[in-house]
C-alpha cells in the first residue's frame, strides 16, 4: 500500500519554465514531508522540507507547497534549469517513526 | 569528512552465489537503512538499524540478512543470490529523528 502518492512519474520541462510535482498522503500522522533530489549515478540528497504548521516554504527557485486539509504537497521549481534534470522524491515522516515513507519518483528532463 | 561509504561501487554475481554490501558514516548517527532502488519501485527499504546492536526488517527483507558491527558501520548480506536482486543498493544513515537521511553512491549489483 503506498501511503505516498506521486505524480507525475515524468515530467519534461522547457528552461525557464516551471515543473510541478505532487504528492498526496492519507495519514494523519504524518508531520513532516522532505522532498530528496537524485542525479543519475548518486545517491538521493534532502532538498527541501516542511512541517504542517506552515502552507509555504521557498529556498531559492524551490517552494513547498502544503495544503493540509487536502492532504496534499507539492514542489515548484522556478526557472527551471537543465541542471534541475533528476529524479525527485517525496516523502512523509510520523513523530519519532525513524523511518521515511518514501513517493516513487518524478523524473524530471528540463529541456535547454 | 566522508560521509557515507559503500564498497563496492558495482558488482556481477552468478545465481546462488553469496557477497556482502559495506557501509560506513563517519557522522556518528545512530539510525543506518539499507534500501534498493529499481525502475519505478522508488526506493524500498530493506533493513534499518536505530542503533548499534538493532535491526529490523523493513519493506522488502526476504533474501538479505544484515550485521550492525558498530556505530560507524552496517553490512547488507545476500546468502544466495537470485536475479530478482538485480538493483542498485543505497545505503543511508540519519540525525536523531529519521529526518533528514545522508545516502552512500550506491553499489549496482547484477544477479545472472
Known amino acids: 500500500q503506498q501511503q505516498v502518492k506521486q505524480s507525475p512519474q515524468s515530467l519534461i520541462v522547457q528552461k525557464g519554465g516551471i515543473s510541478i510535482i505532487n504528492c498526496a498522503y492519507e495519514n494523519t500522522a504524518f508531520d513532516y514531508f522532505p522532498w530528496y533530489q537524485q542525479f543519475p549515478g548518486k545517491g538521493p540528497a534532502l532538498l527541501i522540507a516542511?512541517?504542517?504548521d506552515v502552507s509555504e516554504k521557498k529556498e531559492g527557485r524551490f517552494t513547498i507547497s502544503f495544503n493540509k486539509s487536502a492532504k496534499q504537497f507539492s514542489l515548484h521549481i522556478m526557472d527551471s534549469q537543465p541542471g534541475d534534470s533528476a529524479t525527485y522524491f517525496c516523502?512523509?515522516?510520523?513523530?519519532?517513526?525513524?523511518?521515511?515513507?518514501w513517493g516513487l519518483g518524478t523524473s524530471l528532463a528540463v529541456n535547454p | 569528512n566522508a560521509g557515507v561509504t559503500q564498497t563496492p561501487k558495482f558488482q556481477v554475481l552468478k545465481t546462488g552465489q553469496s557477497m556482502t554490501l559495506q557501509c560506513a558514516q563517519d557522522m556518528n548517527h545512530n539510525s543506518m537503512y539499507w534500501y534498493r532502488q529499481d525502475p519505478g519501485m522508488g526506493l524500498r527499504l530493506i533493513y534499518y538499524?536505530?542503533?548499534?546492536?538493532?535491526?529490523d526488517k523493513g519493506e522488502v527483507p526476504n533474501g538479505y540478512n544484515v550485521s550492525r558491527l558498530n556505530k560507524r558501520e552496517f553490512s547488507l548480506r545476500l546468502e544466495s543470490a537470485a536475479p530478482s536482486q538485480t538493483s542498485v543498493y543505497f545505503c543511508?544513515?540519519?540525525?536523531?529523528?529519521?529526518?533528514?537521511?545522508?545516502f552512500g553512491p550506491g553499489t549496482r549489483l547484477l544477479v545472472l
Open positions: 516542511i512541517r504542517p
Open positions: 538499524s536505530a542503533s548499534e546492536g538493532t535491526t
Open positions: 543511508a544513515s540519519s540525525d536523531p529523528w529519521g529526518i533528514t537521511q545522508y
Open positions: 516523502a512523509a515522516n510520523a513523530g519519532n517513526n525513524r523511518k521515511l515513507i
